[in-house]
């Protein structure tokens, strides 16, 4: 597969299609188990037990009951042992997501995938033993090679038995939505007739502590686009979607799960961390998405905000939301699934792209049931209790440190 | 198809600031003098090659931006305006007209910062510095480099081992040919730090890390005179599912065209002979020039890469080479190859 000239670009892109998805969260492992946790909204929120927390201000967080062994792929144990907590994260979510489109290995499949920090913990790990007992060299080379977010692509392939290539996109928190939105333009270009998208991390003491150290972390609870919001809570987890072409999938009379339609990814300058207050990339972001889809605002049935629950990110969200909708903001419905499973950098994209499709799949809205009084600058309907409804169009909004802002337009698969 | 033209190229490496230092450095061919680099809990520091001091501070670090960066992000700065031009530069006062895409590849990224906040986590999290986190993150000088230029165009961090810049320039082709940007910057950008160092020396103990970044920036539009185009990038073959770095070589290989005559090898060769093996072997009946930035450099990884392209567009925009090759085995990921030719040839792209 030539990367560059790319092959003769069709006249007509095809339309992309999801087949398979897999996801892991705080909720549980798999589909079932997060949809049963997204649908009624509980929050998945417990005291941090993977390192020590006590110093900080913030001690919960959406934490993953991780099992002690793998899901079954061609991966051996001693492989298995070497791959730290993310990896492992990506490697359920793939499994899951590969089992459910029904391809088979041995081929040329594109692997893109969002992360803020692949294996983190291990190189924590690396670190700590390089200052703590630099003379001791044992299990360092392993950590070095398992910890590079490459390696947990690299591992996917061997699982699956594909030869990549890997493309790791490290956007911050929109990570895991450009990686979908990066594979959706390999199909849409005709690079690739099928690929593997989604986004990963894991909470790791590093991270926690930059958050926390930042005053970005709720002391109380997570409360997305409450009038008292107080800040986000950290999670982990991984979700990844087997995305084809319709004509491949339907050559092939596979179950289609939903339509990827639309994608779009602006920057934001304004500051490292803050948003532009307004929201113009966002704007900009859900715009573009909607442009190449084809739809108007007022066809959007659901928005899975990004909605971290800081008073900043919510407030210019809020606004981008409602210029973007304009008329439309009122029969607009909104959620932000952060609040169940917290914030999941790299793999929130991916994670709440998986969300959608299962409400487009299941016709039915996640609630945010942990708000208390709605922020009076939020024109639009936050979903608040569990709702059945018809859903046909779904996007959903990343952003990230840096100013990365994506958004993703999914369609109902009838 | 497009073609996809070289508007102008930027550098920092251990040869110093600028195109001319680091292409001064490699028409020398002498490896650049290794300095120590201390590392906590040995006597013996580690030896490297770091990108010096500039000589004088330049205008840009000014940039609000830029006033807590890490030296990832000044070095990607710098590389970028450099390629771009610095009479476009939104900090210089003028801000850049178009819709200008970033990418920039890393491997190791911020790691100095990175060490140095959880240094401090581990000591006491409640006086860890806000001000150090936000710079860890990744994408930290994609961020500062669309802020310098005055861009909200595309802007993507690709992580990955040395192949990830040939990637970076596959991704921006594929935003210029479908009119997504205007023109894309593609940097590959590294920083020191003796964590890194040590790290290097676990691949082998004779391979000398080094830092800084190189940058290309493309256009649809062909320059004045023609100047030189990106012809090809090759697939991205990944050591993996029972490919070994021999075989992805030999992939990378195959999807090259040209003999050597009359045209440049720009090789990732380490001067490492184990490392080197795989490349040299696919390589071996290549009758042109070659050229090994490498060995001179260090090891930079996406820097390093991007040093390579750097080397090769500035030797074919010297009238020495018609086309020139830039091979790239990477440390522990993939196999890639990029093909640049001289003049106005860029429509000979699908040959």
């Known amino acids: 597969?030539?990367?560059?000239?790319?092959?003769?670009r069709p006249r007509d892109p095809p339309r992309v299609v999801v087949t398979g998805v897999g996801l892991i969260t705080a909720l549980g492992i798999g589909w079932a188990?997060?949809?049963?946790?997204?649908?009624?909204?509980?929050?998945?929120?417990?005291?941090?037990?993977?390192?020590?927390?006590?110093?900080?201000?913030a001690r919960l967080a959406g934490e993953v009951d991780l099992p002690a062994t793998a899901p079954p792929t061609r991966l051996n144990a001693r492989h298995v042992r070497r791959i730290g907590r993310g990896g492992r994260l990506l490697l359920w979510a793939a499994a899951e997501a590969w089992r459910q489109s029904g391809w088979e290995g041995d081929t040329d499949l594109p692997m893109v995938l969002g992360t803020t920090g692949g294996g983190t913990s291990l190189g924590q790990d690396y670190y700590r033993q390089a200052v703590g007992r630099p003379t001791r060299g044992r299990g360092q080379a392993s950590r070095v090679?398992?910890?590079?977010?490459?390696?947990?692509?690299?591992?996917?392939?061997d699982a699956f038995g594909c030869r990549g290539p890997v493309t790791l996109i490290a956007n911050a928190c929109a990570s895991g939505a450009n990686a979908i939105g990066h594979a959706w333009h390999l199909l849409r270009a005709g690079v690739a007739e099928r690929a593997l998208a989604g986004g990963y991390d894991e909470l790791s003491?590093?991270?926690?502590?930059?958050?926390?150290?930042?005053?970005?972390l709720s002391p109380t609870r997570c409360r997305p686009f409450d009038a008292g919001r107080d800040g986000l809570a950290l999670g982990e987890g991984a979700a990844v979607l087997a995305l084809e072409t319709l004509s491949g999938a339907q050559g092939r009379g596979a179950a289609i799960l939903a339509?990827?339609?639309?994608?779009?990814?602006?920057?934001?300058?304004?500051?490292?961390?803050?948003?532009?207050?307004?929201?113009?990339?966002?704007?900009?972001?859900?715009?573009?998405?909607?442009?190449?889809?084809g739809l108007a605002p007022g066809q959007v049935d659901y928005l899975n905000a990004h909605g971290t629950g800081t008073p900043l990110n919510d407030s210019a969200e809020a606004e981008a939301i409602q210029r973007w909708a304009g008329a439309s903001v009122t029969r607009l419905r909104v959620s932000s699934t952060k609040a169940v499973i917290g914030h999941l950098l790299g793999a929130a994209?991916?994670?709440?792209?998986?969300?959608?499709?299962?409400?487009?799949?299941?016709?039915?809205?996640?609630?945010?049931?942990?708000?208390?009084?709605?922020?009076?600058?939020?024109?639009?309907s936050l979903v608040t209790e569990a709702t059945s409804t018809q859903v046909e169009v779904a996007l959903s909004n990343s952003f990230g440190f840096g100013g990365a802002n994506a958004t993703l337009a999914f369609r109902r698969w009838p | 198809m497009k073609g996809l033209y070289v508007h102008g190229v930027g550098a920092v490496s251990p040869a110093g600031w600028g195109v001319p230092a680091l292409s001064a450095a490699l028409a020398r061919g002498e490896p650049l003098a290794l300095e120590p680099l201390a590392r906590p809990g040995w006597e013996k520091p580690l030896t490297v090659r770091p990108v010096p001091a500039p000589a004088a501070r330049p205008a840009w670090q000014g940039h609000s931006r830029l006033r807590r960066a890490s030296p990832i992000s000044h070095y990607s700065v710098a590389a970028a305006l450099e390629a771009v031009g610095v009479g476009r530069e939104s900090a210089a006062g003028g801000a850049v007209r178009e819709r200008l895409g970033v990418v920039v590849c890393v491997l190791s990224g911020s790691v100095n910062y990175t060490h140095r906040f959880y240094e401090e986590t581990l000591r006491d999290p409640t006086t860890a510095s806000p001000l150090l986190f936000p710079e860890t993150v990744f994408n930290a000088p994609a961020s500062h480099v669309a802020a310098c230029l005055g861009t909200v165009g595309l802007n993507d961090t690709l992580v990955g081992d040395d192949g990830a810049f040939l990637a970076g320039l596959a991704l921006a082709a594929h935003w210029l040919d479908t009119e997504q940007v205007e023109g894309c910057v593609v940097i590959g950008a590294e920083e020191m730090d003796w964590l890194v160092a040590d790290a290097v020396r676990l691949f082998h103990r004779r391979l000398v890390h080094s830092a800084g970044a190189g940058a290309v920036y493309l256009r649809t539009d062909p320059p004045p005179g023609g100047g030189v185009s990106l012809e090809?990038?090759?697939?991205?073959?990944?050591?993996?599912?029972?490919?070994?770095?021999?075989?992805?070589?030999?992939?990378?290989?195959?999807?090259?065209?040209?003999?050597?005559?009359?045209?440049?090898?720009?090789?990732?060769?380490?001067?490492?002979?184990?490392?080197?093996?795989?490349?040299?072997?696919?390589?071996?009946?290549?009758?042109?020039?070659?050229?090994?930035?490498?060995?001179?450099?260090?090891?930079?990884?996406?820097?390093?890469?991007?040093?390579?392209?750097?080397?090769?567009?500035e030797a074919m925009r010297g009238g020495r080479y018609a086309a020139a090759n830039v091979s790239v085995v990477g440390l522990n990921q993939q196999a890639l190859g990029a093909r640049w030719v001289a003049g106005p040839g860029a429509e000979r792209g699908g040959a």
């Open chain 1, 1 to 8: 597969m030539v990367w560059y000239p790319p092959p003769v």
């Open chain 1, 33 to 57: 188990a997060n949809a049963q946790g997204f649908r009624v909204g509980r929050p998945a929120f417990r005291p941090v037990t993977l390192f020590d927390v006590s110093r900080q201000r």
């Open chain 1, 145 to 157: 090679a398992h910890y590079q977010p490459q390696r947990q692509g690299q591992d996917l392939c």
């Open chain 1, 205 to 216: 003491q590093l991270v926690y502590s930059g958050f926390d150290a930042l005053q970005a």
């Open chain 1, 259 to 293: 339509e990827l339609v639309g994608y779009g990814a602006t920057t934001d300058v304004h500051h490292l961390t803050q948003p532009q207050p307004q929201g113009d990339a966002a704007y900009a972001a859900m715009r573009a998405a909607c442009q190449c889809a």
């Open chain 1, 349 to 380: 994209g991916a994670v709440e792209a998986a969300v959608c499709v299962m409400v487009l799949r299941e016709q039915w809205l996640p609630p945010q049931t942990t708000v208390e009084r709605l922020d009076p600058r939020c024109r639009f």
């Open chain 2, 232 to 313: 090809r990038v090759t697939g991205a073959h990944t050591f993996a599912a029972g490919t070994s770095r021999a075989v992805a070589a030999g992939r990378m290989r195959t999807e090259l065209p040209g003999s050597g005559v009359g045209e440049l090898l720009c090789e990732s060769r380490r001067g490492v002979r184990r490392l080197d093996a795989a490349e040299v072997a696919v390589w071996s009946d290549w009758r042109g020039a070659r050229l090994a930035p490498r060995v001179v450099l260090g090891e930079g990884f996406n820097a390093a890469s991007a040093w390579q392209c750097v080397a090769a567009c």
